[in-house]
T-cell receptor, first 116, second 117 residues
Framework: AQSVSQHNHHVILSEAASLELGCNYS??????LFWYVQYPGQHLQLLLK??????LVKGIKGFEAEFIKSKFSFNLRKPSVQWSDTAEYFC??????????????FGQGTTLQVKP | GAVVSQHPSRVICKSGTSVKIECRSL??????MFWYRQFPKQSLMLMAT?????????EQGVEKDKFLINHASLTLSTLTVTSAHPEDSSFYIC?????????????FGPGTRLTVL
């Protein structure tokens, strides 16, 4: 069965620090990969997604993620975080191909707290 | 574009009553809508997938008779929690995709906080 694992449950950083959130998935086929963000009191928003092509994906608000197929990883990065990046971050996976129903499997989430 | 709304945003009900939650895609037609449940400080768990005009597909362990899903139009899906109990208290989130949008990308509603007393 598909599964998604996010290694960091709670990350605390100071402003301007660099960020990397880990995400590994378990699935033998071809997948679509996503990072979603949930700001306090708000709904999930798509940060970025990878379907195919360049494994380095750039998203909104200066975020990027790199798909490393051999490691089944899709880590999220930002060179310099801001206080406004304080939020919950979710990695998610869906199946490509004929079995694709659009169903998303989410990781446990990582709470990022940025101190001003 | 791609805005999804949910109503109500918050509901409190007595044990044994039924509660209906609406999910609407405001500016696109969604052939597929998904219903998730999120417990505090936890991830989203998919409950069911609904396709317009057909029966919903429920995930393992989700009671289809308790969580009734209707997707009667391309812009509206409803989740009815029947005979609600305190353990049904949770945050329910819908998402929508498909139509002119690929089903591969889902847009999420703001969620509905259900509290069963």
């Amino acid at each position: 069965a598909q599964s998604v694992s996010q290694h960091n449950h709670h990350v605390i950083l100071s402003e301007a620090a660099s960020l990397e959130l880990g995400c590994n998935y378990s699935y033998g086929g071809t997948v679509n990969l996503f990072w979603y963000v949930q700001y306090p009191g708000q709904h999930l928003q798509l940060l970025l997604k990878y379907f195919s092509g360049d494994p380095l994906v750039k998203g909104i608000k200066g975020f990027e993620a790199e798909f490393i197929k051999s490691k089944f990883s899709f880590n999220l990065r930002k060179p310099s975080v801001q206080w406004s990046d304080t939020a919950e971050y979710f990695c998610a996976v869906s199946q490509q191909g004929s079995g694709n129903t659009g169903k998303l499997i989410f990781g446990q989430g990582t709470t990022l707290q940025v101190k001003p | 574009g791609a805005v999804v709304s949910q109503h109500p945003s918050r509901v409190i009900c007595k044990s044994g009553t039924s509660v209906k939650i609406e999910c609407r895609s405001l500016d696109f037609q969604a052939t597929t809508m998904f219903w998730y449940r999120q417990f505090p400080k936890q991830s989203l768990m998919l409950m069911a997938t609904s396709n317009e005009g057909s029966k919903a597909t429920y995930e393992q362990g989700v009671e289809k008779d308790k969580f009734l899903i209707n997707h009667a139009s391309l812009t509206l899906s409803t989740l009815t929690v029947t005979s609600a109990h305190p353990e049904d208290s949770s945050f329910y989130i819908c998402s929508a995709g498909g139509g002119f949008l690929s089903t591969d990308t889902q847009y999420f509603g703001p969620g509905t906080r259900l509290t069963v007393l």
